[in-house]
């Protein structure tokens, strides 16, 4: 991997939602690389809905002299309900939670960051082809504005704001943070960002079965900004 910038993402491919992009879209590298900024060993999630098209999930290391296919290591390619196709490479041996032929949701978990294939180091790479079959930059995806939704009700989630006393005292804010990952919001106030900690502030919440997921970390991140986050 290639020294890079770190970017903030507005949608997001590791469910740490911490992403750091080391090796940038150019045409030599017709994708991105992606790390996650704690370098810890998150779960690679779908950038959008779509049909499964190919599993790759038995490769067992990293092969420098690899060609073709096999530079991808253990991957996943997706058939994405917008028409364009996202390929996610160099997945962890055995990690892959999909199959060919499943429909998956946003936010699902496909598999575990690896280094499988010719890759140096842990890390995504992540192709995009369009709908003419056309590698294009991914964060044209990575950037695209979306809204959290309840799977339940496909409406916006919205919540009474208490009284600013009640406010101050019982719950967290980061109204001055912007970007998306809960932990870094966590810690732009000086909280407690771990896991062990993210699950109890999931379960003071009324956010169930706390598993770090996607929609997990938005919802909790969008109470944060909006200074509805129970403290613990």
Known sequence: M??????????????SMNEVITN?????????????KDKSEPNIIALDGGTV???????????????????????????????????????????IKVKEGQTINKGDVIGT???????????????????????????????????YTSKKTSTKTTIKKPSTQTKQSNYLSASNYHHGSIVDGLKSIGVNSSYSYRKKLAENNGITNYKGSYQQNIKMLKLLKNGLLKKV
């Open 113 to 147: 960051i690896g280094e499988t294939g010719n890759a140096y180091g842990k890390h995504l790479h992540l192709e995009i082809k369009n709908q003419n079959k056309t590698k294009e930059n991914p964060l044209i995806e990575l950037n695209k504005k979306t809204q």
């Open 53 to 95: 098209e190919k599993v790759i999930n038995n490769v067992k290391s990293t092969n420098h002299k690899s060609k073709g296919l096999a530079t991808y290591g253990n991957y996943v390619q997706i058939k994405q309900n917008n028409g364009k196709t996202a390929l996610y490479a160099h997945m962890k041996y055995n990690t």
């Open 2 to 15: 290639k020294g890079g910038d770190h970017k903030y993402l507005i949608a997001h491919v590791l469910d």
């Open 24 to 36: 940038n879209y150019d045409q030599d590298h017709q994708a991105i690389d992606i790390v996650p």
